[in-house]
């Protein structure tokens, strides 16, 4: 790759007298020499990153930058204003402009740009001698590092990763000059964490990380950042985020898991507050920790990307997030699709999946045509299910690298006949592969090309060859022995099934075992037969049962159950005809010991009486709103009351059991948990 930056890219006398003056300046020296290939394109790139938010910092910087499918290779070009150029700092024009450019898919080269040259740009002795040279050779030596300069011992941010790694500021140390208002110093350092983010990921990232770290220096506290960039991010380590004092986010994006942070003083700002006042927001964090002022909860918790795994897990535990990502971003195909799919089927009978195209028959005044409609929708949306789970598995596993050969294996899954189990290896595999591609070292020069071309090529080839040829036609055979053995259930084994899957799906109340259960009823929906049918519908009855069985419980002996637990009974009629098992938690989270033995027994009773009436459910989702859906629906409606009274009694008569409270106590000590969510479904806890 050529350097970054040349003599040809940098301008000592730039006349421009605006930002887009300065940015098509500088961008016609890209052009001229060939790392820029659209010129007008590349600058509608840079006017659309600077429309999201202003680029210029505080001390006389602007710094114009995109990532563009018109950059041939990441470009760094500077110009120095004498007059002053207004790229929206605070503190007025710009006399030092940065251009970056970099290819679309340029995430590590841009990170390695951006990085180093944050680290500089807060340095006032190397804006000094940028200010200061003569010569445009000697500029750009300069900031390419190959001309030393008198850089102050500032932290820095790691530069050339393709993932950035936490940036930790060193502690200060006992020689450090104390603040003049302490006499004495405590024996530890103030520990902060901060975050740091932008809508580009880009450049406001970096530099507020910088400011941040050197601030924290001069401050004399112990501050480490995670900058959360463009090419995704390394979380800070659990133990440093518990032994921080405070938090610092400087983000114009969504913090992403952000619940980690709960509980601690926090100071919340857009990022270029991170950039322009760093030393601010230290001291602002500061004073909320010694007014004991501390952040709430967060109210979600992290996006199935951000479950892949702390330090210290297991191979277990990072497999279960991995299948659970998948999962999660499955549901929603699974509920459209399913659902669309059961209307059809409601409103034209079992025959409308025999129905014509209506993209060439539709009648607008016969309910057929619009049962066809319905289906045929439901059915492109169903056909996602396979592969948004491979995609996301290996989403889960090696971030947006994997979606390629994720969709890629997960399509194939589909055309050898693997269906939901090839799509679970799939993920995994993809995944895998793209891990080891990304622990290969390659030449600077393909750095730019690996995101958008050599990673999904070479591991969407890879898993492809595996699918189709090495592990595809035995997952396929055992795809098909289980949808025969699903196919030919009855009596006992059965009745069994239905005991074990009501048994899972109470468990843990939408934890992991109920994620499983539900994923492998929903997995028959594929391809559906009479047993794939008994099963979604015994999943179903038996996730009823836990919230139902807790309404109905505070109903008849409140005086069992906290004055909140009783408020959380009302919510739970809703949430527990709806099929959403997690109202059920505020109950075991409170007395799990009672509550959780209580609804696997039910839940066992309704999944077993469930398979043994025979009663079917093409829906995967939807509650008592879709009995009409259901085979066999009174036994289907017995089958749920029956594990909801087995439930309710056997809670009423352990809870009857406990020792009486001691006069004087609180019962409502016992009901910290809030209501659960109405939103979650029993597969996306």
Not at 565 to 585: M, P
Not at 614 to 641: D, E, K, M, N, S
Not at 667 to 674: I, K, R
Request: charged fraction near 15%; hydrophobic fraction near 50%.
């Amino acid at each position: 790759m050529s350097e970054l930056i040349t003599a040809e890219l940098v301008d000592l006398d730039l006349s421009a007298e605006s930002k887009e003056a300065a940015a098509r300046s500088l961008a016609e020296r890209m052009a001229g020499l060939g790392r820029v290939t659209d010129l007008e394109g590349f600058l509608a790139d840079v006017a659309a990153r600077e429309a999201q938010m202003p680029t210029g910092l505080d001390g006389g910087i602007g710094i114009p930058h995109c990532r563009s499918a018109h950059v041939t290779e990441p470009t760094l070009a500077f110009g120095r204003s004498a007059a002053g150029i207004d790229f929206g700092a605070a503190d007025g024009p710009a006399d030092l402009v940065f251009l970056i450019a970099a290819p679309a898919g340029g995430d590590a080269d841009h990170l390695s740009i951006l990085s180093t040259l944050a680290r500089h740009l807060m340095d006032e002795e190397f804006t000094g001698a940028l200010r200061a040279a003569d010569d445009a050779g000697a500029a750009a030596a300069l900031i390419r590092g190959d001309e030393p300069v008198a850089v102050t011992d500032a932290p820095s941010v790691p530069e050339a990763t393709a993932v950035p790694a936490a940036t930790a500021v060193p502690a200060a140390t006992a020689e450090a000059d104390a603040a003049p208002e302490e006499t004495s110093p405590p024996a530890t350092p103030f520990k902060i964490v901060a975050i740091t983010s932008c809508p580009t990921g880009i450049a406001h990232t970096y530099m507020a990380a910088e400011a941040l770290a050197k601030a924290g220096k001069e401050a004399g506290v112990e501050l480490i950042v995670e900058t959360q960039g463009s090419a995704g991010f390394k979380r800070l380590d659990p133990e440093v985020v518990a032994a921080a004092d405070g938090v610092i986010f400087a983000h114009d994006v969504e913090v992403r898991d952000k619940a980690r942070f709960a509980g601690k003083p926090t100071v919340d700002v857009g990022v270029k507050a991170g950039v322009n006042r760093p030393a601010e927001l230290i001291a602002e964090v500061r004073e909320k920790a010694a007014r004991g002022d501390i952040s709430t909860p967060a109210a979600a918790g992290p996006a199935p990307m951000d479950r892949n795994g702390e330090a210290g897990d297991g191979f277990g535990t990072r497999l279960r997030k991995w299948l659970m990502t998948g999962v999660s971003y499955m549901v929603p195909f699974v509920a459209a699709g399913g659902l669309l799919i059961a209307l059809g089927f409601a409103i034209g009978g079992y025959g409308i999946d025999k129905a014509p195209s209506v993209a060439e028959h539709f009648v607008w005044s016969e309910s057929a045509s619009w049962a066809a409609l319905l289906f045929q929708i439901g059915g492109v949306a169903f056909g996602f299910l396979v592969p948004v789970l491979a995609g996301f598995i290996a989403y889960g596993m090696a971030d947006r690298p994997g979606l390629v050969p994720g969709f890629v294996g997960g399509a194939i899954a589909l055309t050898v006949n693997a269906g939901f189990l090839g799509g679970l290896i799939a993920g995994l595999l993809a995944g895998a592969v793209v891990m080891a591609v990304q622990r290969v070292e390659v030449p600077s020069a393909l750095r730019g090309i690996m995101p958008v071309v050599v990673i999904p090529l070479i591991s969407s080839a890879v898993v492809g060859f595996l699918m189709f040829l090495v592990v595809g036609k035995p997952i396929a055979a055992l795809q098909k022995a289980l949808t025969d053995w699903l196919s030919g259930l009855s009596g006992a084994n059965a009745v069994i099934l239905g005991v074990i899957l009501g048994l899972m799906m109470t468990f843990d109340l939408g934890g992991p075992l109920n994620k499983v259960a539900y994923a492998f009823a929903v997995g028959g929906l594929a391809n559906p037969n009479d047993g794939s049918l008994k099963v979604m519908a015994a999943a179903m009855a038996a996730g009823m049962v836990p919230p139902l069985a807790m309404a109905l419980a505070t109903t008849v002996r409140g005086r069992l159950f906290t004055r909140t637990e009783r408020e959380n009974g009302k919510a739970a009629w809703v949430l527990g005809a709806s099929f959403i098992t997690e109202g059920a938690i505020p109950f075991a989270a409170a007395d799990p010991l009672r509550v959780i033995p209580s609804a696997m027994a039910g839940g066992a009773v309704t999944g077993a009486l469930s398979m043994a009436f025979g009663c079917t459910l093409r829906a995967p989702h939807g509650g008592v709103f879709v009995v009409p859906l259901i085979g066999q629906p009174l036994l289907y409606l017995v089958a749920v009351l029956a594990g909801t009274a087995v439930t309710t009694a056997l809670v009423i008569l352990l809870k009857g059991l406990r020792k009486p409270a001691a006069p004087g106590s609180a019962p409502e000590s016992t009901a910290e948990p809030a209501q659960a969510p109405a939103g979650n479904t029993p597969v996306a806890a």
